[in-house]
């Protein structure tokens, strides 16, 4: 086996943005920290946030962290506030890494570019004098009663054919999850959730969480577009069947979205809205995308569907007299164009609210014109099928949370190991939630991990954190 007998004080699985703040947390214990990460270099889906600007975190928490994580919240009430977004600006502060306030609350580098934070943990971690050895996935993970140590063994040999074995007195997982993920790197980010099973931790199963959602309509489009047919289908007719298509590329600022399964309200959201080729995303889409049914294949017509709220802030009944009054000063003019210049300030918004063949306002009639603002309030399209994982930015589900102390992320299990970052069954909205979980959680282990090694325990400065949340 090649190294020989060496041992580390911890061994960090995983070079993500959780993991890598864990192996600097447990250096600045003064642990001998061995980083290993499966690709070819660290960092590969930390370059990828924030659309590669990377949102770092966001200084609405802790206010509203209980609406933000779900279910689970609770969960990282300790972790953020040992390691809080204000600390998570100082942080890289320090590193050089200066940032800037966004929108709700987004804190972003002023450089705008996610390599600049990727190179300044790289940096910090190397002038610590950590060590790290890439391309080493891991296989398999084993606790030796008799020397309380873990054997770390690595999937792949060494330059002369030998296996790689790794020694340590702690271990951290945080190999993130299996979401926006190349098909072979997603094989591969499921050795961890294997590993973690083995040792005797349940696995919540893995889900898409801010994804885009796949629409129905556009599914037909792009099938009929593929095969170069049109169904014999023309005028008004067409435009129906296209209005969603044209569309693609369109932003609908701060709409409100309200997922229905089987017609029943299951949750909501508001922010800006996207339309692709492939159906929606942006935050009013994504933040909807982890309560999509899991189930295979397509779903039945009707089953799953998303409202557009294109006035978020009138009622139904406000529209209606508004568009009666628009109408009523207008009647010569198109309805598409009172909705455009009146409503929506969109052209193909307003295609999309009357898919109908347009005609002037003093043609159109009372139930027609109740049709219309209810579309404003409330326009329904079909989601085609659950997301796959593959499109989607985080994983929902993971590392069971009970068997996981959340003031240190020690496993209940297995005393010495760790978890970190989004391999536990945690997710946030969109806007810099799931890094500070990261940060946050990797802070954490990495301290606890350290401290373990040390023989002191994995204990929780309790005293010290009540202090600081005064």
């Known amino acids: ?39 070819a270099a660290p960092g590969k889906k930390l370059l990828l946030t924030g659309h590669g600007r990377c ?16 279910e689970n919240a609770r969960f990282l009430s300790s972790a953020i506030r040992k390691f809080a977004p204000e600390d998570v600006r100082t942080f890289f502060q320090d590193l050089g890494v200066k940032t800037h306030e966004e929108d709700d609350g987004r804190i972003f580098p002023d450089s705008g570019k996610a390599e600049t934070v990727l190179q300044a943990l790289l940096q910090k971690y190397a002038d610590m004098g950590g060590k790290r050895n890439d391309s080493h996935p891991v296989g398999n993970l084993c606790h030796r009663e008799e020397t309380g140590l873990w054997d770390v063994r690595i999937s792949v040999e060494d330059h002369e054919g030998k296996p790689i074995l790794y020694h340590a007195r702690s271990v951290i997982l945080a190999t993130g999850g299996k979401s926006y993920l190349p098909r072979e790197d997603g094989k591969k980010a499921g050795d961890a959730y294997r590993i973690a099973e083995e040792l005797g931790h349940s696995i919540v199963p893995l889900r898409p ?37 044209t569309l693609a590329g369109v932003t609908l600022p701060d709409v409100g979205t309200t997922l229905l399964l089987d017609g029943k309200k299951t949750a909501s959201a508001r922010g800006d809205l996207l339309f692709t080729h492939q159906g929606i995303s942006g935050p009013a889409a994504m933040q909807l995308s982890r309560y999509l049914p899991p189930e295979d294949g397509k779903y039945a017509p009707g089953h799953v569907t998303i409202c557009i709220d294109l006035l978020p802030d009138q009622k139904t009944d406000e529209i209606g007299k508004a568009l009666l009054s628009a109408m009523s ?26 898919k109908e063949e347009d005609k002037p306002a ?14 404003l309030k409330a326009l329904p399209l079909q989601v085609e099928k659950c997301t796959p994982l593959s499109m989607a930015y985080v994983t929902r589900g993971g590392v069971e949370l009970k068997g996981v102390d959340p003031k240190t992320m ?33 802070y ?27």
């Open 209 to 245: 969480a801010l994804a885009p959602i796949l629409l129905s309509a556009m599914s037909a489009t792009r099938h009929t577009e593929a095969e170069g047919r049109n169904d014999g289908k023309t005028g008004a007719e067409a435009t129906r069947e296209d209005v969603e298509r």
């Open 362 to 375: 003093n043609a159109v009639t009372k139930t027609e014109r109740n049709h219309i603002a209810e579309r």
């Open 55 to 70: 949102n770092l975190t966001n200084i609405r928490i802790p206010g509203n962290y209980l609406e933000a994580y779900h």
């Open 329 to 354: 000063n207008r009647p010569n003019m198109s309805i598409r164009n009172i909705l455009f210049h009146e409503f929506l300030h969109l052209q193909k918004a307003a295609l999309l609210v009357w």
């Open 410 to 442: 020690e496993s209940k299990i297995r005393p010495g190991l760790f978890f970190a970052g989004e391999i536990l069954d945690i997710d946030g909205i969109s806007g810099g939630y799931n890094l500070q979980n990261a940060w946050s959680t990797g």
């Open 444 to 470: 954490v282990a990495g301290k606890s991990a350290a401290k373990r090694s040390a023989g002191e325990g994995a204990e929780d400065d309790s005293a010290e954190n009540d202090k600081r949340a005064e």
């Open 1 to 39: 086996m090649t190294p020989s007998q060496d041992i580390w004080d911890v061994v960090v699985i995983g070079g993500g943005a959780a993991g890598l703040m864990a192996a600097i947390s447990a250096r600045e214990e003064g642990a001998r920290v061995l980083l290993l990460e499966k690709n």
